[in-house]
């Protein structure tokens, strides 16, 4: 078991080390995650999560320092809704989105950011937070632009926690023009997981929304 003072080290590397020191601490730190619950836990309780947002939303990292952090992010928010809450609320959603709105990093970290993202709006809040910063124009560019599978599971995952959070968020789903785009991979990607998690989001942007079944139905998919 890594002590609570190597653990805190290692997360004052990621604001305060050079590219090199932070590249390794956030490797090491996303192996200690992995290793056991309590790592993750004492990780999430020592850390400063929003000085992780920071560094991920810098524009001087390198690219493997972006995908490490990126990775460590989604991982402390896999099944953890509380801790979310706690953590990252709308400044850390803000600065996110941010990145994808003006990174030029490669698809990978772009990748780890939008699965991360896909974690924390399962809470409802958070879920409005990302809509009102803006993160459903840029994931419907990314799914225009013919992005990676990986990436298109992230996207639509995204998007189906955000259709369940608000009859605003699936409306903005909807004039953003993704509904098309979810029928497009539901019908045609190679991907079982990328075609169950758009059926997902197709479901969740159906509920209680007439506007957004008649969109499906004339994108020619059923749900």
Known sequence: MASASYISSLLGRLHSGSDH????????????SCDSDDHLAAIIAGGDIQALVQLISSSDASDDLLEAAALLLRKLTVDSPG??????????????????????????????VIAALANLIQNPELGVAATASGVIPLLVQHLRSGCSEDMQLAIAMSLGSIATCSSAGRAAIGAAGAIPLMVQLLRSSGSEEVQVAAAGALGCLSWDSPESSAAIAAAGARV
Do not use: C, E, K, P
Not at 21 to 32: E, F, G, H, P, V
Not at 83 to 110: C, Y
């Open 21 to 32: 020191q932070a590249l390794q601490a956030a490797r090491t730190l996303l192996d200690l």
């Open 83 to 112: 801790n979310n809450a706690t953590f990252a609320m709308a400044v850390g959603i803000t600065g996110l989105v941010q990145h994808l709105r003006v990174s030029r990093s490669s698809d990978r970290v772009q990748t780890q």
